[in-house]
Every structure is written in C-alpha cells, then in structure tokens.
C-alpha cells in the first residue's frame, strides 16, 4: 500500500465539492492522498490528535479547507511544523471572503500557504502540495512539468 504524502482536511463534508479539485489535481499527478473531515469548532479534539499526528503519520504536507470562521488551516498550522495550504472555501452568506480573511490573517510566527477562494484555490492547493513534494521527488517534478506543458497547449488551442 501506498503511503499517503498529502492530507487533504476540511471543516465540514459539505466542503468536498470545493475540495474534491484538490483531489483531483493530485490524482492526475499521482500524488498519493487521504482526506477527511476535521473541524477546530466541531471536533477539537479530533483537531489536536490529527495536526500533532500529522508528521509522524507520514503526511509531508497538509491541504486545509474550511468556509466562514475557518480556523482549521491556522490551528493546525500551530501544531505542526508541516506545511500547511489553506482553502478558503467559498460560504453562502458572504461568497468566502469572510474564509480569506479568517484564514490569511495569520499572526508572524505561524505560517499559512493561503490560496484564491472555491474551487481554482483549492485546484491550486493541489498543485502546491504536488510542487512542494517535487523539490524532492524528480519522477514527481518531471509529471508537473508534462502538466504545465499539456495545460499550455490546451490554451493555445482554445486561443486559436
Ligand atoms: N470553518 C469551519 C470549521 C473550522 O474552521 O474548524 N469547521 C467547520 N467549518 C465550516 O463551516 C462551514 C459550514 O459547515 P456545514 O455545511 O457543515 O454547516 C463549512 O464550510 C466548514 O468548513
């Protein structure tokens, strides 16, 4: 069995959608991932046990998506010294900008990979927690590189 490098998080199961393009990002690159609902409000403790145990589980880098008072990205960041990429996932009442903010506003000393809101930041995040394995992974480096290349292409085609 494949090891999971990247733990894909997030606050609610209604998140997926958003951050199934995560998911998907990495699958195409062959990123080996597990995801799974954890929330810093909802389930503290699952919250401590899971950020503390991140490491030594494995997991080389975590993606974090939570929508409205998205604390999970930073909380966790706090308890691990693995990078962590934040999704602000896009919220009914105010279209996610209120997950941006909760989630960029880290104070110094804590650091939070923050991506654009919904589901090209969370297609992002993907793409960062591929680009961070892959400065020590070369088989890893040469697949995004054919990634980039193949996306080039498409938009050339599509410009034409
Ligand atoms: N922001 C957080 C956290 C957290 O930060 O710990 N836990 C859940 N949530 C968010 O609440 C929103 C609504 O959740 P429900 O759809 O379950 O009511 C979700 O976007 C989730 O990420």
Known sequence: MT????EIVMGSR???PT?????EILDELQVPYEAKVVSAHRTPDRLVSFAKGAADAGRKVIIA?????AHLPGMI???THLPVVAVPV???ALNGLDSLL???QMPKGVAVATQAIGEAGAANAGLMAAQILATSDDELAKRLIAWRTRQTEQVAVEVE
């Open 3 to 6: 090891m999971a490098l990247v």
């Open 14 to 16: 209604s998140d997926w």
């Open 19 to 23: 951050m199934q393009k995560a998911a």
């Open 65 to 69: 998506g939570a929508g409205g008072a």
């Open 77 to 79: 960041a706090s308890m």
């Open 90 to 92: 896009k919220s009914k």
């Open 102 to 104: 909760s989630i960029v």
